[in-house]
């Protein structure tokens, strides 16, 4: 069986710069590592190939050096990566996003079951996970806390904000995996001398059969219109004193502003 695990590249940093011609964000400088919350279904898909045979393959898009989080992939466990890389695809949408991995996924597959985390900790849209699902036409399973394979079908466990849920579903399907779900491994020392051999399958948008229009910017059918940075310019009163005289000094305060 085959399975295939997106991750995306975010920046390592709170410091982020946005580009004031396109209001996306500015990577380049940027130091940057794989999405914490996609390691999550990539231990869940290794531990899926553990269970009943198969392989694991890693996908990203991004820049030449997203093949950083395909190396971190292949330590940990992954057999393989694809790399969707193309200047094209540079201030992608969800929509753009999740049309090209789609393309990618059908180009390169076909696979059993695609697994997602639940968001990117630079967008946190969660939307990238079932746009793939809406493009391949497949069924999707969103917040899954528990996965196991038994009786050709995945037994999946869905938490909501009350109680969990339990579903069956036989592939091929996208799910979205929660942290509750598991506790990744670290890389081994033999993951990661296979990572240092990496090669990568890069595919560019033509390989994809997408033309400019479908991908990138151009591609992307939200706009950021414009940004506000909040600004941090509210006064503070340090108040002193035994408990009984701030009590009195804080309300006296707040009848002189009108609050009480």
Request: hydrophobic fraction near 45%; include cysteine.
């Amino acid at each position: 069986m085959k399975f295939a695990v997106c991750l995306k590249q975010v920046p390592d940093t709170t410091d982020l710069k946005l580009d004031p011609e396109t209001n996306t964000l500015m990577r380049e400088g940027v130091e940057a590592i794989l999405n914490p919350l996609d390691e999550f279904p990539l231990e869940a898909a290794l531990r899926l190939r553990d269970a009943c045979g198969g392989t694991v393959t890693a996908v990203t898009m991004g820049p030449p050096q997203a093949v950083r989080v395909l190396e971190k992939a292949v330590a940990m466990g992954a057999d393989d990566a694809i790399l969707a890389s193309d200047r094209a695809f540079a201030g992608a949408d969800t929509w753009a996003t999740s049309l090209a991995l789609a393309r990618v996924l059908e180009t390169c597959g076909p696979f059993a079951v695609i697994l997602c985390g639940k968001q990117a900790i630079d967008g946190d849209t969660a939307q990238v996970g079932p746009g793939i699902a809406a493009h391949l036409d497949i069924p999707q399973v969103t917040y899954v806390t528990n996965v196991k394979w038994a009786d050709d079908r995945l037994h999946l466990a869905r938490l909501f904000d009350h109680g969990t849920a339990t579903v069956a579903v036989a592939p091929p399907v996208v799910i979205t995996v929660l942290k509750e779900a598991n506790e990744p491994r670290l890389p081994t020392l033999a993951g990661r001398l296979r990572s240092l051999a990496l090669e990568p399958r890069v595919v560019s948008a033509g390989d994809l059969d997408l033309v400019p229009s479908q991908v990138g910017l151009k591609g992307s059918p939200t706009r950021v219109v414009t940004i506000d940075i909040p600004k941090a310019d509210r006064d503070r009163t340090l108040m002193t004193g035994t408990p009984p005289e701030m009590a009195h000094s804080l309300v006296a305060a707040l009848r002189g502003r009108g609050l009480a």
